[in-house]
């Protein structure tokens, strides 16, 4: 009975400093960061970006999917068995992230959800604020110093297919949310965020250089934003709501094939040099990745030439998001732009240097911004 | 003036309107709001047709932004209905780039 005793307090003390290990080293692991964090909400991911001490950067992935079951018997035996990431709400339970496609692709059938669609809230799901507020809290964590800035990627307001659909209250509940973990949020817009992380200048033939200038555009799964920046300031900002996801819904109606399938032919099949034209999906994407460039770019002409404005030198495209990293897109983009006429001249066309991840890191690049004004005041 | 749906104030700009007109007006534009604030998210217009004492159709703001602002509130504290198996999500990768190009980045920003 007396040794039992010992062995307890044994075991809790030993407890006891693993856990006071496991927090120093937590407490280790925040020092190594500069405040000033980066959110990407993406419809189809979810990205962080922090900055080291070291210069390197420490970047964050989740995908932003769910599948949908009721909580029963069935349900309950799955969660006990599997290792699934899930949210328990009233009585519904979601499989979260990557699990969610695994999960949806083994059992056959159900559909992929999103908390968020086309970029903003998903209205048809009555929770979706709940859920990624869940999501959102455990991607981004706790602040590691008091009221530290942290910018966080909205789309553009001009939604230009979808007229008075604004961002303005998806972007309130999110400043609100991250407000109310601790942090100070602002907004920034997503295709400028990439366009900080890229910094494309324009070379004018006098030899000048306007640096932070240039064509940002963000390919995601919910839209696709655009930006036409000028020393750093967007002078055209836009949105389409006709992006990845839809590609996706496009092609499994044209297949009559799921979504879930073509997420999976996209993402490890598809190159757009080498369309394999026995595969059905394969040619869908094809063409609705041509429709969806060509698209983006007569917009941008349309909207560019509203004020007549006019750029000297030629102005650099660089191009991020997930949509955006199929093999063989940025030639797609080249073929577009030579057969369309743009009223500006075109320089470079690039993909960002990581195209996943460049929106997160120019918001983490805004948030250091912020936090060294911060300190000069 | 401000009407209440569901325990939420909502406030509409309906200057000098009849009880039958006000009724009218929520069952053609009003709707609009309150579903917007059933679903807690989505289209919330910013603008509805209201008519005046002739009956001629004007537009006015309905929806301020403190008002929208004060329902994304009341949004935030709905993550506590939630019970979930995890702290933490996210796969983390190292990514380095070029120092300067980042300083030079860094200094122009602090110029905006």
Known sequence: MEKDKNDKELFMQEEKKKEEKDKQKETKTEKKYIPGIGIDVGTANVCSCRRKEDGTFDVKSHRNMLFEMELNEFSDDLLERGDYVYIKSGKKCYIVGADALSLVNAIGKGTIIRPMANGLLNVELKTSQELLNKILEAVVGKPICENEPLRFSVPASNVVNKPGVNNLFHQMVLKEFFNSLGFISQPINEALANLYNESPSMKLDNGEEYPLTGYSISFGGGMVNSAIVLKGMSLIEFCSTSAGDQIDQNVSLATGEPTSKIIVVKEKKLNLDKIDQNDRIQVGLGIYYSEMISRIFKQISKEFSKDSREFEGAVDVVICGGTAMAPGFINRVKEVVKNIELPFRVGEIRLSSNPFFSVSQGCCLRGLSDYSKMNKK | ?112
């Open chain 2, 1 to 112: 003036m401000s009407i209440i749906h569901n325990g939420k104030q909502i406030e509409v700009n309906i200057g000098g309107i009849s009880q039958s007109k006000l009724e009218r007006i929520l069952s053609e534009h009003g709707k609009l709001i309150l579903d917007g604030m059933d679903k807690k998210i989505g289209d919330i217009p910013k603008q509805t047709v209201v008519y005046d004492k002739n009956g001629r159709e004007t537009s006015q703001e309905t929806i301020s932004e403190e008002s929208l602002n004060s329902i994304a509130k009341e949004m935030v504290k709905d993550r506590h209905n939630t019970e979930s198996n995890f702290d933490s999500l996210g796969k983390r990768q190292k990514v380095k780039m070029d120092k300067e190009k980042v300083k030079k980045t860094l200094d122009l920003l602090n110029d905006l």
